[in-house]
């Protein structure tokens, strides 16, 4: 059973840096695709960033130039490096993977099969 396993939340003022952790357990083969999502008390669920297996990224609009996903493939860890954080940036931050059979990536929600628990993230003017 696939499970993911988010760390690296917290409180940090306006223009601080936090880096996101997720360990993802349970595959028997590589995922497509892996992303970060957020949701804020009253919002919708959206996407921050997602990696295809080739390493292929795409961010929000909201995040580029500020956020950066990687993996690492041999500790099975995606990582959301979130630097010069604004107040609009605290949500909670989920990370997700596509199922395994899976060849599709975006920004939508749907489209991911497994979810991690969350980590709150805020900012702080």
């Known amino acids: 059973q696939v499970q993911l396993v988010e760390s690296g939340g917290g409180s940090v003022q306006t223009g601080g840096s936090l880096r996101l952790s997720c360990a993802a357990s349970g595959y028997t083969s590589s995922t497509y695709c892996m992303g970060w999502f957020r949701q804020a008390p009253g919002k919708a669920r959206e996407g921050v960033a997602y990696?295809?297996?080739?390493?292929?990224?795409r961010y929000a609009n909201s995040v580029t130039g500020r956020f950066t996903i990687s993996q690492d493939n041999a500790k099975n860890t995606l990582y959301l490096q979130m630097n010069n954080l604004k107040p609009e940036d605290t949500a909670m931050y989920y990370c997700?993977?596509?199922?395994?059979?899976?060849?599709?990536?975006?920004?939508?929600?749907?489209?991911?099969?497994?979810w991690g628990q969350g980590t709150q993230v805020t900012v702080s003017s």
């Open positions: 990696i295809t297996r080739h390493s292929g990224t």
């Open positions: 997700a993977s596509v199922s395994q059979t899976s060849q599709y990536c975006g920004m939508t929600p749907g489209l991911f099969s497994y």
